[in-house]
């Protein structure tokens, strides 16, 4: 079975600091893993995704994400937090059949102070 | 872009109403997905649908049922509406089975049950 941890259900960060959100996977099987990103009243934006190719995983506002097999691990992270990425950020885990299901951590909401 | 589009933003019905969720997808997507989303629990699936007249029963199936008579459009059904179904709805759509291609949601429905 699959299943997805987020470790800090609030993250603080100053503006300019570094942003690190944290994400724990189970997988019997290789995993594809994705990020999510929720602003206020809206529904989730892909941030980025794992697809079994770079374990070192780019995508859209500056945000990256490494796969670590050892430590099952797919952290999020971004040089330096921006007032504009406040939201409510959520990792996935897919299954290997099916009809493609997610499985969702609980998330974690990012606050930037300025 | 994939554009999902849940036919309600904002919903107020009362207890044991009937009450319908609507979403369409216009990228020929074969998958769709329902999830409600509470705070602390993340998101979690209601139901699915890999294909027209096909449903699948998700984690929290109780007190729902669903409609996909068109490959684009997959409804939610409240048979009964209960305050505890107060709740945001999220409709996603995602390629097909077995591609582990990313999902794609709606805005949501922001769903209160007086």
């Known amino acids: 079975a699959q299943s997805v941890t987020q470790l800090g259900s609030h993250v603080s960060v100053s503006e300019g600091a570094l942003v690190l959100l944290r994400c724990n996977y189970s997988s019997s099987v290789p995993p594809y893993l994705f990020w999510y990103v929720q602003y206020p009243n809206q529904g989730l934006q892909l941030l980025l995704k794992y697809t079994s190719a770079a374990t070192l995983v780019k995508g859209i506002n500056g945000f990256e994400a490494e796969f670590k097999k050892s430590e099952t691990s797919f952290h999020l992270t971004k040089p330096s937090a921006h007032m504009s990425d406040a939201a409510e950020y959520f990792c996935a885990v897919t299954v290997q059949t099916g009809a493609n299901n997610l499985f969702f951590g609980t998330g974690t909401r990012l606050t930037v102070i300025p | 872009d994939v554009k999902v589009t849940q036919s309600s933003r904002y919903l107020v019905k009362r207890t044991g109403e009937k009450v319908f969720l609507e979403c369409v997808q216009d990228m020929d997507h074969e998958n769709m997905f329902w999830y409600r989303q509470d705070p602390g629990l993340g998101l979690r699936l209601i139901y699915f649908?890999?294909?027209?007249?096909?449903?699948e029963k998700g984690d929290i199936p109780e007190g729902y049922s669903v409609s996909r008579e068109k490959k684009e459009r997959f409804s939610l059904i409240l048979e009964s509406a209960s305050t505890n179904q107060t709740s945001m709805y999220l409709c996603?759509?995602?390629?097909?089975?077995?591609?582990?291609?990313?999902?794609?949601f709606g805005d949501g429905t922001r769903l209160s049950i007086l």
């Open positions: 996603a759509s995602s390629l097909n089975r077995g591609s582990r291609q990313p999902q794609h």
């Open positions: 649908s890999y294909d027209v007249k096909m449903k």
